[in-house]
């Protein structure tokens, strides 16, 4: 009998684009698969897009004889261009064709991979809107879907779309339920493709000088959908973002076991000024955050001098909740943990801004929140622009 077990195979290079990565990663393993992040690169650590580094498992050059019930291929760039040219992912990838095993691709990946090693003739394909051209060019139909099955090959576009093309590929390999368990515990838009909107409460400028300067901390098992979105939606709307370690190491492990690399620890940020600070969740990294007597020292401040803070997931009720930081505030937080909320008015919104405070709920809520930020930082235009050019 065939193991139940399904093997999922992930390559990152310098300048994958991390969001798209990171969500392939934790979302299929909330389905249940054994995924390895692999580098084509020679060392382990990579520089994705928006400065953002990842720890890959293994080097690709060690895994080439493995087999995978599934490959698929974040974008960014250079990165599509480097597993384009990584002539032992080519060959991997043909041969899981080969022998009828899915392989999957998104952003730039589906026409820079996929249509040029000749794998999408007589498919149908979607992928990234500047690369459609290029994709119409080694496909039978380039579409405008925002996920595309043909066969064994699933294909989607970008950034914003990859938690559905994760869902997707759960489908796939697990069957329907198991996706669909998946979807409702990340809370997925119900309206993808949509313009999304917020719940906004009394209403007030969110200042800044020169440039915004925004501290996102992060501590073990803290999501990494959430801390990855914030970081590279922020960063593309040219805040400035610094990542903050909450312990002793750089590099932080998150809830599903994807490695994430802070900029600085905590402590050496700690006397710093920022024009927000925005927490990640993760139901067993939240607490961690919250025990940090350093960081709750500066959201204290921070709520004292009216200046910006956030949080989603856990976080609004394991830190702010709990150190007294919601008085007198709606907020918003994860289904699990929403009953203890003292207010629990606005928990069922997915974005609530009360103020100088911004709450939201899960991972499937996380670019919502981000691009929430961007509006009140730079306006409504900018943040629509930056959600267009996502795909959210």
């Known amino acids: 009998m065939a193991s139940s077990t399904k093997t999922v195979m992930i390559p990152i290079a310098h300048g ?24 084509v690169e020679d060392k382990v650590g990579v520089d994705a897009c928006h400065n953002i580094k990842m720890v890959a498992d293994t080097l690709l050059s ?15 760039l250079p990165g599509g261009e480097t597993l384009k040219n990584c002539k ?7 041969k899981q064709d080969t022998d009828g095993r899915l392989n999957a691709a998104i952003c730039c990946a589906p026409a820079l991979a996929l249509g040029t090693w000749g794998l999408l003739e007589g498919k149908t394909a979607t992928g990234y809107p500047v690369f459609m051209e290029k994709l119409a060019a080694t496909c039978a139909t380039a579409s405008e879907s925002r996920v595309e099955i043909d066969g064994r090959i699933v294909t989607s576009r970008g950034p914003g779309t990859t938690i559905e093309f994760s869902i997707t590929l759960i489908e796939q390999l697990f069957g329907k339920d198991k996706a669909d368990e998946v979807s409702s515990g990340l809370l997925v838009r119900p309206n993808p493709g ?6 906004e409460l009394n209403q007030t400028k969110w200042s800044f000088e020169d440039t915004p300067q925004i501290l996102v901390p992060i501590a073990e098992d803290s999501e990494e959908i959430e801390a990855i979105a914030l970081v590279d939606i922020l960063r593309r709307a040219k805040a400035n973002v610094v990542i903050a370690a909450v312990g002793k190491s750089l590099e932080v492990v998150g809830s599903r076991k994807a490695k994430l690399v802070a900029d600085v620890l905590l402590d050496e940020v700690a006397e710093k000024s920022f024009d927000l600070i925005v927490l990640p969740g993760g139901l067993n990294g939240a607490p961690k955050l919250a025990s940090c007597e350093k960081l709750v020292n500066m959201l204290k401040k921070q709520a004292e001098a009216n200046k910006p803070y956030g949080g989603i997931c856990a976080s609004p009720v394991y830190v702010f909740e709990h150190h007294g930081l919601l008085k007198g505030k709606k907020a918003t937080t994860h289904p699990v943990v929403s009953d203890k909320l003292s207010d629990q008015s606005h928990i069922e919104h997915r974005v609530v ?13 996380a670019m919502e929140f981000s691009l929430a930020i961007v509006e009140k930082f730079y306006g409504r235009e900018k943040a629509v622009q930056l959600a267009k050019a996502t795909l959210v």
């Open 62 to 76: 060690d895994i080439t004889d493995s087999i995978f019930d599934l490959i698929v291929l974040p974008g960014g």
């Open 88 to 94: 032992p992912l080519e060959d991997m990838v043909k």
């Open 194 to 199: 949509e313009e999304f909107t917020f719940t």
């Open 353 to 365: 801004v009360d103020g100088n405070v911004i709450t939201s709920r899960a991972p499937g809520t």
């Open 16 to 39: 994958t684009e991390p969001l798209e990565a990171v969500a392939m990663i934790t979302v299929l393993r909330r389905g249940g698969a054994d995924v390895t992040v692999a580098s």
